[in-house]
């Protein structure tokens, strides 16, 4: 399908390379989505591009024809198609009837969408263009110029030599070969030509586009124009260069797309021109067609990296020229300039868009800022890892503001309503004002100190921990949300509404809301919350919507809709207005990653723009954005396989099965290419089942052995984070009719035989029955005596079992089993004496050790000299260790060795001189040689001594071991290791000990954790 023209200011950009004014427009707004051959694209080499009338894309590859729902490909080759001519397409045109058009490199095939009805035309070669002259007539372009009217194929004489692109422009058609430009007038027939540029000749023409009363040639040797004189100049692309050019589209919205060799040229309207490499796009951008569907997503085929769709999204990202990628927080200044926190820096940025730096590393060196503050207008005070600081904008001096709370985490500085601050973080509340920082008088009664949010609104305060959430109102502190998940969640973000709904987001709970005078309802994955964790709130009353962001994405929930929540059972007809998705990918980033970090600042309102901080760059909204509700698109019924498949067409309103059909499967989908991998459907089939069945992104319904009648099959769809709409619903009549041994008259005779033959099988029952009888009696006596004699053999032999089970057969060392068994009985003993051995500073330590390399031993000596080398290192662990401790061999080069009774302080000491003693010891093999090993060791203790006092179990320490010593490992080896917490870690941290390795990664993440590792000499 040929392109759109360009406008006049277009052309004259291509051709005199001009640029337009900076705008905060760019490349950085499209959202993008890939898919390759690792999706189920028959080739990576896709060559053209079409939508039919039902909205699937069609896509033209090295490898056959597909059809694309957004979901799946459907391939169509020569070996299911067998009028299909070659597998390799080179073209794709729709005509005005919606009959699709495919050119190959051997010729020429078309087809009908709706009931992929294939025909086959006598075209013998290549077809490289192909145009609509009138409704019911193409032409093409191959070894000549072709017709094909009404079905019927024959040359057009006017040109008798080998053609390659075509352009119909009003009455004239433009037709290329490798020597001449022809014009073809249809009115008058007449023919006139124009001689190519000796660049020109004999090269490829890859296309041919129409604007202001000028023609253009897209090739390889660059971009060529023909001027009023007859002559063919050529053009400079946007960048300067004359690389060879491939296709070019002006959207509906009114951007410039071309394509170029590693190069995609972008324009929005009336800005200036950018281009996109693979730094942005992930790999060359190398694009044979570009294509704008109903729906005006704009579609990219690569030449070797399958397809790309590009569309519009609702955000604006923004990386300023200097500033840091990362960014942690945001703010508006008193000087009306957007403040933003890097991961390096501080700056700010104007309405201008220009960046100027306030702090750079050196000045800054705080660690990350969680909250801002300004006590006056040329003074800001930062919250950070390391305190609170001030920076004065005169002198751009940063000084310590608070010295009692230097070094410590502080996440919160929000004024109250009596002029004066409140001050939290992992120290706890305080409150400043007249000069004086002081505590927070109730600050006793918080579980934990760690503040994390914190909102005031009159005289009601709403405070955020690590564990739940408080209201202090009236000097009386509440912890709220008994008996939901809030009381113990970790609180990210909270929010006051002006009719006093409470909104409090957690870090692994959802949003907890609270109408006035009602109780607290959970917003989850499970009812409806498009993703998490929630680390900004912001009510938004001039348009009555709540802005929440996560990690993922950004979404808003109306006012009017929380109002409507009266019972949890409500939440999942919610509706939420998703702004930016996980699905969504931006130029330039990884998809799913939106806003950064948690913490107060994580949202400002800036010139009607909500601003949001990531890790590249900050993105910013429309207050006002009118965006409708996505709503998935109604399905469609593909298909009805059973014995026969049964294609279908969208207004197909019944289907009548064959006789024996009554096991069938019924394919649907949904087109969808923004988000194809949220939607949801559910379906029922009216007569046969009562109840919808909610399939998630299942794309078939399978039913066996169907009665014969009348049936109405029901599917529809959603996103993932939306409810079901009657709107959304397809229907699809479908008739079993009946044979006749489903008939009344069919059914008596059977129903005759079956009483017959019942009485029959009944008198033989009775007689068989009383013969069993007497034979069961003296069975079962028999049977009795020799299962007693069996389980008596059967007691010895697990007697002598259990002996040789807690040993290891190699190195005579304890296993396993003995370990898991005898363990818990040492940690009930030290539990039983816990205040005595606490006093004496002793405790129980868990050693991992694993031998290094032990692996290239076998490779190089044998596995005699591998058993050998391991049983002299178990005698030189049982010679280092006490007779109250014990060794385990733990796996076939790991060892776990338990220290019982052992002081505390010498654990460490004793790893250290064990991995020295193994790295020194000459290992002899058994031909004489000696050898040298070395080994990793990762230790624990038990008990941790965490804050809050509670025991963890034996099984989180040997999970602690085991992650210190994987931590050797990734260190060089050779080495000891153990885990270290910051002693503001609560030991309710470690109550589930299935996700303890992300618990710790979260812990040291945020500086509460390390390993202290030891490298032997």
């Known amino acids: 399908m040929k392109r759109h023209t360009l406008l006049l200011l277009f052309l004259l950009l291509l051709c005199s390379g001009s640029l337009q004014a900076f705008s905060q427009q760019s490349m950085y707004d499209f959202d993008i989505k890939h898919w390759s051959s690792s999706d189920g694209l028959s080739s990576n080499s896709v060559r053209a591009i079409t939508q039919d009338n039902q909205g699937y894309i069609w896509l033209g590859t090295l490898y056959g024809l597909n059809r694309f729902d957004g979901n799946q490909f459907e391939h169509f080759t020569t070996t299911n198609q067998h009028n299909l001519v070659s597998n390799n397409i080179t073209q794709l045109f729709k005509d005005s009837k919606g009959y699709i058009w495919v050119g190959t490199k051997s010729g020429l095939t078309g087809f009908d969408p709706v009931s992929l009805k294939f025909d086959r035309y006598p075209v013998l070669s290549e077809v490289t263009a192909i145009i609509e002259i009138a409704p019911g007539e193409v032409w093409l372009a191959a070894d000549h110029l072709f017709r094909v009217k009404n079905g019927q194929v024959t040359r057009v004489d006017k040109i008798r030599e080998q053609v390659?692109?075509?352009?119909?422009?009003?009455?004239?058609?433009?037709?290329?070969?490798?020597?001449?430009?022809?014009?073809?007038?249809?009115?008058?027939?007449v023919l006139t030509s124009y001689a190519l540029p000796l660049e020109l000749i004999q090269i490829p023409i890859y296309d041919l586009y129409w604007a202001d009363e000028q023609l253009y040639l897209a090739s390889e040797s660059g971009f060529?124009?023909?001027?009023?004189?007859?002559?063919?100049?050529?053009?400079?692309?946007?960048?300067?260069?004359?690389?060879?050019?491939?296709?070019?589209?002006?959207?509906?919205?009114?951007?410039?797309?071309?394509?170029?060799?590693?190069?995609?040229?972008?324009?929005?309207?009336?800005?200036?021109?950018?281009?996109?490499?693979?730094?942005?796009?992930?790999?060359?951008?190398?694009?044979?067609?570009?294509?704008?569907?109903?729906?005006?997503?704009?579609?990219?085929?690569?030449?070797?990296?399958?397809?790309?769709?590009?569309?519009?999204?609702?955000?604006?990202?923004?990386?300023?020229?200097?500033?840091?990628?990362?960014?942690?927080?945001?703010?508006?200044?008193?000087?009306?300039?957007?403040?933003?926190?890097?991961?390096?820096?501080?700056?700010?940025?104007?309405?201008n868009g220009d960046y100027?730096?306030?702090?750079?590393?050196?000045?800054?060196?705080?660690?990350?800022?969680?909250?801002?503050?300004?006590?006056?207008?040329?003074?800001?005070?930062?919250?950070?890892?390391?305190?609170?600081?001030?920076?004065?904008?005169?002198?751009?001096?940063?000084?310590?503001?608070?010295?009692?709370?230097?070094?410590?985490?502080?996440?919160?500085?929000?004024?109250?309503?009596?002029?004066?601050?409140?001050?939290?973080?992992?120290?706890?509340?305080?409150?400043?004002?007249?000069?004086?920082?002081?505590?927070?008088?109730?600050?006793?009664?918080?579980?934990?100190?760690?503040?994390?949010?914190?909102?005031?609104?009159?005289?009601?305060?709403?405070?955020?921990?690590?564990?739940?959430?408080?209201?202090?109102?009236?000097?009386?502190?509440?912890?709220?949300?008994?008996?939901?998940?809030?009381?113990?969640?970790?609180?990210?973000?909270?929010?006051?509404?002006?009719?006093?709904?409470?909104?409090?987001?957690?870090?692994?709970?959802?949003?907890?809301?609270?109408?006035?005078?009602?109780?607290?309802?959970?917003?989850?994955?499970?009812?409806?919350?498009?993703?998490?964790?929630?680390?900004?709130?912001?009510?938004d009353s001039v348009n009555n919507v709540i802005w929440l962001s996560s990690l993922k994405g950004i979404f808003r929930i109306k006012h009017q809709e929380l109002a409507l929540i009266t019972d949890a059972a409500l939440f999942p007809l919610l509706t939420i207005d998703e702004v930016l998705s996980p699905y969504?990918?931006?130029?330039?980033?990884?998809?799913?990653?939106?806003?950064?970090?948690?913490?107060?600042?994580?949202?400002?309102?800036?010139?009607?723009?909500?601003?949001?901080?990531?890790?590249?760059?900050?993105?910013?909204?429309?207050?006002?954005?009118?965006?409708?509700?996505?709503?998935?698109?109604?399905?469609?019924?593909?298909?009805?396989?059973?014995?026969?498949?049964?294609?279908l067409n969208s207004s197909q309103p019944k289907l009548l099965l064959e006789l024996n059909d009554r096991s069938i499967t019924i394919h649907y989908t949904a087109l969808e290419y923004i988000k194809p991998t949220a939607l949801q459907f559910s379906y029922q089939l009216q007569g046969f089942e009562s109840s919808w069945h909610d399939v998630g992104p299942r794309r078939e319904a399978i039913y066996t052995n169907l009665p014969p009648g009348n049936f109405v099959f029901r599917v529809q769809s959603r996103f993932d984070n939306q409810p079901w709409s009657a709107n959304t619903i397809t229907e699809l009549a479908i008739v079993v009719p009946k044979r006749f041994d489903e008939t009344l008259v069919y059914r008596g005779l059977w129903l005759l035989l079956v009483l017959f033959c019942l009485y029959g099988v009944l008198w033989l029952l009775r007689r068989n029955a009383i013969n069993k009888q007497l034979q069961l009696g003296q069975l079962v006596k028999q049977r009795t005596q020799e299962l007693e004699n069996s389980?008596?053999?059967?007691?010895?032999?697990?007697?002598?079992?259990?002996?040789?089970?807690?040993?290891?057969?190699?190195?005579?060392?304890?296993?396993?089993?003995?370990?898991?068994?005898?363990?818990?009985?040492?940690?009930?003993?030290?539990?039983?004496?816990?205040?005595?051995?606490?006093?004496?500073?002793?405790?129980?330590?868990?050693?991992?050790?694993?031998?290094?390399?032990?692996?290239?031993?076998?490779?190089?000596?044998?596995?005699?000299?591998?058993?050998?080398?391991?049983?002299?290192?178990?005698?030189?662990?049982?010679?280092?260790?006490?007779?109250?401790?014990?060794?385990?061999?733990?796996?076939?080069?790991?060892?776990v060795l338990v220290l019982r009774d052992i002081q505390i302080d010498l654990v460490e000491q004793f790893c250290h001189q064990l991995n020295d003693q193994i790295a020194r010891t000459a290992f002899v093999l058994p031909d004489g040689h000696r050898t040298h090993l070395t080994c990793s060791i990762g230790y624990a203790l038990y008990p941790l001594a965490l804050l809050g006092g509670?025991?963890?179990?034996?099984?989180?320490?040997?999970?602690?071991?085991?992650?210190?010593?994987?931590?050797?490992?990734?260190?060089?080896?050779n080495g000891v290791a153990s885990i270290h917490f910051d002693q503001q870690v609560d030991a309710f941290e470690f109550e589930d000990s299935s996700h303890i390795e992300a618990q710790v990664e979260r812990l040291l993440a945020v500086g509460l954790a390390r390993f202290n590792l030891y490298k032997s000499a």
């Open 164 to 189: 390659n692109q075509l352009e119909k422009v009003d009455d004239k058609i433009w037709i290329t070969s490798s020597h001449w430009l022809y014009s073809y007038d249809l009115t008058t027939d």
């Open 224 to 351: 060529f124009a023909l001027n009023a004189k007859g002559e063919i100049s050529k053009c400079e692309l946007p960048d300067k260069t004359n690389t060879a050019v491939y296709k070019l589209l002006k959207d509906s919205f009114g951007n410039n797309w071309i394509s170029a060799n590693r190069k995609l040229f972008h324009q929005h309207d009336k800005q200036e021109w950018q281009y996109i490499t693979a730094d942005e796009l992930g790999s060359s951008p190398w694009f044979s067609d570009i294509y704008e569907d109903k729906q005006h997503n704009i579609w990219l085929a690569s030449f070797s990296d399958g397809i790309y769709r590009s569309s519009l999204g609702n955000i604006n990202r923004v990386l300023a020229p200097g500033a840091d990628d990362v960014i942690r927080s945001v703010a508006v200044t008193p000087q009306d300039t957007l403040l933003l926190a890097g991961q390096s820096q501080l700056g700010e940025l104007d309405a």
């Open 356 to 539: 100027h730096t306030l702090l750079n590393t050196d000045q800054l060196g705080l660690g990350a800022i969680f909250d801002l503050y300004w006590p006056t207008e040329n003074e800001l005070w930062l919250a950070s890892t390391k305190g609170v600081h001030a920076y004065q904008r005169q002198t751009k001096s940063v000084s310590l503001v608070f010295d009692q709370l230097e070094n410590n985490l502080v996440r919160v500085l929000q004024p109250d309503h009596q002029g004066g601050l409140w001050v939290g973080g992992v120290m706890g509340l305080y409150h400043y004002q007249n000069g004086k920082l002081a505590p927070f008088a109730l600050m006793e009664q918080l579980e934990t100190r760690h503040i994390t949010a914190l909102q005031q609104q009159e005289d009601l305060v709403l405070l955020g921990t690590t564990r739940g959430l408080y209201q202090y109102q009236q000097e009386k502190l509440t912890r709220l949300g008994s008996g939901t998940a809030l009381f113990n969640s970790y609180i990210t973000a909270v929010l006051v509404l002006a009719d006093n709904t409470l909104l409090a987001s957690t870090l692994d709970d959802g949003v907890f809301i609270r109408p006035p005078q009602q109780a607290w309802y959970q917003l989850h994955h499970g009812n409806g919350l498009p993703h998490s964790p929630v680390v900004s709130m912001v009510d």
């Open 584 to 647: 969504d990918r931006q130029l330039g980033t990884i998809p799913g990653r939106c806003c950064n970090g948690a913490g107060q600042s994580k949202v400002a309102l800036w010139h009607q723009r909500y601003w949001y901080p990531t890790l590249k760059g900050v993105v910013s909204v429309a207050a006002d954005l009118n965006q409708q509700i996505n709503s998935p698109t109604k399905p469609v019924i593909k298909m009805v396989q059973g014995q026969s498949n049964y294609p």
């Open 791 to 895: 389980n008596l053999k059967l007691n010895e032999l697990n007697e002598q079992m259990a002996l040789l089970t807690y040993k290891d057969n190699l190195t005579g060392l304890r296993n396993r089993r003995f370990m898991f068994e005898q363990l818990p009985k040492d940690i009930e003993h030290f539990q039983r004496n816990r205040e005595s051995m606490q006093t004496q500073g002793k405790g129980v330590a868990l050693l991992q050790l694993d031998l290094d390399n032990f692996k290239q031993i076998n490779d190089q000596y044998g596995n005699l000299a591998g058993d050998s080398c391991m049983q002299q290192v178990a005698w030189l662990l049982i010679r280092e260790t006490r007779g109250s401790d014990y060794v385990v061999r733990y796996s076939a080069n790991e060892f």
């Open 950 to 973: 509670q025991l963890i179990n034996w099984e989180i320490s040997l999970q602690l071991a085991g992650i210190s010593l994987y931590h050797v490992k990734h260190s060089g080896k």
